[in-house]
């Protein structure tokens, strides 16, 4: 990837068809955990509106048609999915590897305040896969830990650790062979 030196933001149509659109590799495992754990949402299209009206995309320019994306990724995602034939609004920026960093894994953290998000797995992903000291300055903590974790997504404590518990449990269950000689109509 070529680093950019330019620090003038300059704005681009990107058309994704002809376009190379790549995640940042300082995003890859933001987005990874992102897409493992995100609750199915349903597409708005944005597609017909003007480009004036739909909101850009924030890129680094690797030069020869090739763009990295690193935030954003549910808009991302349907601009590759549903509006890839059409031409989209995009902010070229000089790379800052701080600020991508910090952007991707804020995409991640956002998921603690959706509905239906599995806190355990979500605090262990963030644990174990991202920089901790992103992670910290984004929350404002000194450590990670469940403690920290619970105060800012707004959940209790018993909460986060009755979902790792109920978790564990229906795991166990489910790894339990079953009998089925019931099946057969002998015991």
Not at 105 to 129: N, Q, R, Y
Request: overall charge positive; aromatic content about 12%.
């Amino acid at each position: 990837m070529m680093r950019n030196n330019k620090f003038k933001v300059r704005q681009k149509l990107a058309d994704p068809s002809k376009d190379d659109l790549y995640v940042h590799p300082y995003a890859r495992a933001a987005l990874c955990v992102w897409q493992r754990l995100r609750p199915k949402t349903t597409y708005i299209n944005m597609k017909f509106l003007d480009n004036f009206y739909r909101p850009p995309l924030r890129l680094v320019d690797g030069g020869d048609n090739s763009f990295y994306f690193f935030n954003d990724f549910e808009r991302v995602d349907q601009v590759l999915k549903f509006e890839n034939d059409s031409d989209y609004p995009c902010l070229i920026i000089p790379e800052s590897i701080k600020d991508v960093q910090q952007l991707a894994w804020m995409e991640v953290i956002g998921l603690m305040f959706l509905k239906g998000i599995h806190h355990p797995d979500l605090f262990k992903a963030l644990k174990s896969t991202a920089p901790q000291s992103v992670i910290c300055q984004l929350m404002g903590v000194r450590q990670l830990t469940v403690r920290e974790y619970c105060h800012f997504a707004g959940i209790s404590q018993s909460s986060y650790e009755y979902r790792q518990c109920k978790f564990a449990i229906e795991e166990r269950v489910l790894g339990i062979p079953q009998s089925m000689s019931w099946l057969s109509g002998r015991p």
